[in-house]
T-cell receptor, first 114, second 110 residues
Framework: GPKVLQIPSHQIIDMGQMVTLNCDPVSNHLYFYWYKQILGQQMEFLVN????????KSKLFKDQFSVERPDGSYFTLKIQPTALEDSAVYFC????????????FGPGTRLTVL | GQQVQQSPTSLVLQEGENAELQCNFS?????MQWFYQRPGGSLVSVFYNPSGTKQSGRLTSTTVIKERRSSLHISSSQITDSGTYLCAMAYQGGSAKLIFGEGTKLTVSS
């Protein structure tokens, strides 16, 4: 089936540094998402993105977070500066449409902030 | 707000037994997905099933919109079925974001 790729699979950084998580969505998909899962906890929605704009973001999507997809390349999640509580697995997803469409998930990037 | 309740929280089976996992949601939905999360954390899509019944091998999903529930049935469980099963839904009239349940941890032993 369609595949979403995420790079890197694991990232370790020091608190206060900037990190960029990369997502290569399914090629013809138009809607992109980030979800966050802290170890042992529930998966939670962060943000969705369409046509170059953030459509919706949750309370977890702090001011230090930003997303973009310049020129149809990677869909990225940038955190600047990082905090200890940002340690989690971040999953990217994409879908062809919004409501009622299946979302395809990547394998996740495990972010460890020291 | 919109909630997704999964039950049971955990389930221990002997190999060959059947499993029934439940997901209840609090409002009308646009989409319903079931995922299997490996012990290492990666997600595998099991079903996209916003309504009706779908089957794939030993797995069957049934979503009954009027009753606001979806189930995942695993027949003749195998040790390799062990892991966490997550359901997620996007609610009608809202955004496309998926709201996840807390998961059912399945352990199958020989």
């Amino acid at each position: 089936g369609p595949k979403v790729l995420q790079i890197p699979s694991h990232q370790i950084i020091d608190m206060g540094q900037m990190v960029t998580l990369n997502c290569d969505p399914v090629s013809n998909h138009l809607y992109f998402y980030w979800y966050k899962q802290i170890l042992g906890q529930q998966m939670e929605f962060l943000v969705n993105f369409y046509n170059g704009k953030v459509m919706e973001k949750s309370k977890l999507f702090k001011d230090q977070f930003s997303v973009e997809r310049p020129d149809g390349s990677y869909f990225t999640l940038k955190i600047q500066p990082t905090a200890l509580e940002d340690s989690a697995v971040y999953f990217c997803a994409s879908s062809l449409g919004d409501w009622g469409y299946e979302q395809y998930f990547g394998p996740g990037t495990r972010l460890t902030v020291l | 707000g919109q909630q997704v309740q999964q039950s049971p929280t955990s389930l221990v089976l002997q190999e060959g037994e059947n499993a029934e996992l439940q997901c209840n949601f609090s409002t009308s939905l646009n989409s319903m997905q079931w995922f299997y999360q490996r012990p290492g954390g990666s997600l595998v899509s099991v079903f996209y099933n916003p309504s009706g019944t779908k089957q794939s091998g030993r797995l069957t999903s049934t979503t009954v919109i009027k009753e606001r529930r979806s189930s995942l049935h695993i027949s003749s469980s195998q040790i390799t079925d062990s892991g966490t099963y997550l359901c997620a839904m996007a609610y009608q009239g809202g955004s496309a974001k998926l709201i996840f349940g807390e998961g059912t941890k399945l352990t199958v032993s020989s």
